[in-house]
């Protein structure tokens, strides 16, 4: 029997909690936080937080991110000025080779990267749009208002999606006279217990900066200076008088520095200060002046709190004549170059340090790499076997109920990683109990990075229907949530891709989806093995431009009969599959697999209790990969001269409690053989063998599966 399968980390925040303690590499098990820090609870990742499909791709892909605040759009510089410099900085950290995330609070929700149009909004509309500080969440957030995000929330919200790298034009600190009005910046609280490393220009220069770099201290902030010397920059000024503790002279030695600070578990962050570029300084003593006006001027109109670091700004660049406004476009673009070029450094060291390492097993990315792509549907089964004779009358039977996961992509994907193998499952569930069981409770041993949670829908459930003997009288599924599986689902996996030994791709994918799935395989000569999954979508691939590219596939009697009718009416002869003897179902089969075999490398029809029939050029003592010298499988050579071989295998005979299942064992058995370079005789052993243990099985999936195999 088939299924439809799915899975879920749609929306990267739902599992922040999770991955946060789970993914290692470049989305990194940061530790737990001392003090405060947005989002301390999982429950409010779950609730509020939503990051783009784009930073979400780079997270997977463990790709550099930059997260960039948004105060600075909304109440840093004079539009259009902010917006402008806004596009210029998410720019910067591109051409750097990084992924910018700007962090920003739209209609209640916090957005973890934003496009252009919600940029564009944030920079003009300024009512109802408030500057956000950590402690401003519960308010903006329950009002469903605008923020523009703080250093503070956003160095919080970067710690929890795992992002080690943030930049910004000068972080806050202790405000002049802050000595007796305790005046402190939420910023410097949440530098002391959030392990992510900021990029500024020091701090803003209207600020204590001694008792700043004394609090930092306290709080133990590792200070350091970007470039050949100590002196601590005054965001305007190259120098403020003051020096860090310590310099960094290249951006891959800030980026040791991050690294460490990750992997050593230590709970504050640290600051990267990037003096601002020569031709843009304004002398300190100049600043100095007109800094003292400033606050004179901002005490004696009462102007106190979150209000008087704009006003002072306003103030200065009034003073400076704009050359102010200037310099913070110019510092801040700066500090973008050499905040990506850090979070580069970053990830290098990272990916270095994955190849000395072996990871456990666990749900989320980790640095084995797949050797396995699934995708296709995660279902969760309702098997349901009478324990009585079905009568067609209104009656109650009595049966036995078992609920497991399902579906063709996630069972072949569980059973492959049962095998041995180390699959990476795409697809997509609901954020609901069913979605939340198939990920906790039936995927532990494989890699569910790609598995999307989508807000608000249902997890594709199917109810299936045995008599008394085992056989499958009826089913029921809901599967409309399998429609997510998207071309930009798979994009963020592309790398993946590129490197597997095998995509699998079952029936329940778009076909929009599977085309450019073909297409990308077919560029990076990654063999792909289509699974039809159900009558009605077993023609899905023969929709699209590329289908011819299939290395495998692997129908039944009935969706063999539909894809060759799709190909060419003229000729197929078509009996009633039930009608047939079991030796004329085989005949049957074995033309039918050869019309197929004409344009697919190896075709392998399923006939349930009968067995299986293979078609393909190789002889039967031939193998499907070859093993390089280094372990990794590649593909035979295609014998193009060769004719046909239709082959017929027997299935032993046994007497199944259940036969859900049993063909995705059977496929995953196979393709674990094959990859092992083994013989197209021992593959068919191996799919039988984990068949067998199947049937024997109420769930589709055995858990004791390995050491089946293992025994036989």
Known sequence: MKFFLQQPLDRLPRLLGYLSSKQKGYIHALPQRRHSSIIRQSSMNHEFIDVSDEVRCALLEKKPIVTLESAIITHGMPHPTNVETAFQVQNIVRQNGATPA????????????????????????????????????????????????????????????????????????????????????????????????????????????????????????????????????????????????????????????????????????????VPVPESNSIPSDEMEDIIKNAVQEANQKGIKGKDITPYILSHVAKSTEGRSLSTNVALIQNNAAVGAKIAVDLSELCLTRSTHNTMPRGNGPTEKKPNVVVIGGAVVDHITKLSEPYKADGRSHLAHIVQSGGGVGRNMADALGRLGAWPLLVSAVGDDLAGLYIRRDTLAHLDTSGVRVVPGGRTAVYTLLLTSEGDCHTGAGDMEILGNISTDMVQCH????????????????????????????????????????????????????????????????????????????????????????????????????????????????????????????????????????????KRLPHQSSRSLQARFYPAPVCQPVSVSGAGDCWNAGFISAALQGKTEISCVKAGFSAALCSLAATSAVPLNLEITQKQR
């Not at 803003?204 to 350091?224: F, H, P």
């Not at 003897?581 to 399923?606: C, M, N, P």
């Open 102 to 273: 700007t962090i920003a609070i739209v209609k209640g929700r916090i957005k973890v990267g934003i496009d252009d149009e919600t940029l564009l909004h944030l920079g003009e509309v300024k009512e109802n749009t408030y500057k956000t500080s950590y402690r401003d969440l519960p308010f903006v957030l329950s009002q469903k208002m605008n923020g523009g995000t703080t250093v503070s929330t956003t160095l919080a919200v970067s710690n929890s999606i795992g992002v080690p790298v943030m930049v910004t034009g000068g972080i806050g600190g202790v405000h002049r006279g802050g000595e007796t009005t305790m005046d402190v910046s939420a910023d410097l609280i949440e530098l002391g217990c959030t392990p992510v490393g900021v990029v500024c220009s020091g701090a803003k220069s209207i600020l204590d900066i001694e008792r700043t770099l004394e609090y930092l201290e306290t709080q133990g902030v590792l200070v350091a200076t970007f470039g050949s010397n100590k002196d601590f920059p005054a965001f305007y000024s190259r120098k403020s008088g003051f020096s860090s503790p310590y310099n960094v002279k290249t951006t891959e030695e800030a980026a040791k520095l991050l690294d460490i600070m990750r992997h050593s578990e230590l709970r504050s962050g640290i600051v990267i200060a």
């Open 494 to 633: 592309k790398t993946t891709l590129a490197s597997s030994a095998l995509v699998v791709l079952d029936g329940n994918v778009p076909v929009e989806t599977i085309n450019y799935v073909l297409q990308q395989c077919h560029a990076s000569q990654v063999p792909v093995w289509f699974e039809p999954t159900d009558i009605h979508k077993a023609a899905k691939p023969l929709q699209t431009d590329s289908w011819m590219t299939i290395d495998f596939v692997s129908p039944n009697f009935n969706e063999l009969s539909i894809m060759c009718k799709a190909l060419s009416n003229d000729k197929c002869h078509f009996f009633d599959y039930l009608d047939l003897s079991d030796e004329d179902v085989v005949k049957e089969a074995q033309y039918l697999a050869s019309l197929l075999g004409e344009h697919v490398r190896t075709v392998i029809a399923t006939l349930g209790h009968r067995g299986i029939v293979i078609c393909r050029r190789e002889d039967a003592d031939e193998p499907f990969f070859l093993i390089s010298s280094d372990g990794h499988a």
